[in-house]
């Protein structure tokens, strides 16, 4: 949700921006990101997560047309990560998946993309903070807002936060 809120604020082109030419640009970070977990998690249990198909070294070369195309590609991978998530089970947890034909426990090897995922989502948040200048809304308690928000919260009955509220 960060990172999708992050780009609905930018225009394509500035998806398409980088720093300089040793900079990732949202859109390559989004390539990235999206053929890492296309690789990682077809056949998660039972193939190598560096599939023969991919190509890590193109996904650093900004590949698409429009904005559509981008977040078609970018929803894939995350369909194919929750897809193998949904079909885990307990039991999976300690068996042996291969990342490039090192062995890791499941959890070893989800932690290892719960590490992953948010390094890039940072760098497309904080490129986007960049390119939308004066124009950025906080994506999450604007500056100088804590104390109001925290008094809104704390005056509410406690509650328990579910995954599925925020999809």
Do not use: C
């Amino acid at each position: 949700m960060l990172a999708e809120n992050t780009m609905e604020q930018l225009q394509f082109e500035d998806l398409s921006w980088q720093y300089n030419m040793e900079s990732n640009s949202i859109a390559v970070i989004v390539n990235h990101m999206a053929g890492n977990m296309r690789s990682r998690f077809t056949d998660f249990l039972t193939t190598d997560g560096e599939k023969p198909w991919r190509n890590r070294d193109m996904e650093f070369i900004h590949a698409f047309k429009t904005r559509e195309e981008l977040l078609d590609y970018w929803n894939h991978g995350w369909e194919q990560l929750f897809s193998a998530l949904e079909k885990l089970k307990s039991s999976d947890l300690e068996e042996i998946v291969y990342i490039r034909n090192e062995g890791h426990t499941v959890v070893e090897a989800l932690n290892r993309q719960l590490a992953h995922y948010p390094y890039h989502v940072g760098q497309i948040v904080f490129i986007a903070r960049m390119r939308a200048g004066n124009n950025w809304k906080s994506l999450s308690i604007p500056r100088n807002q804590s104390q109001d928000y925290n008094a809104d919260k704390f005056s509410q009955d406690k509650g328990v936060r579910h995954f599925t509220d925020n999809v």
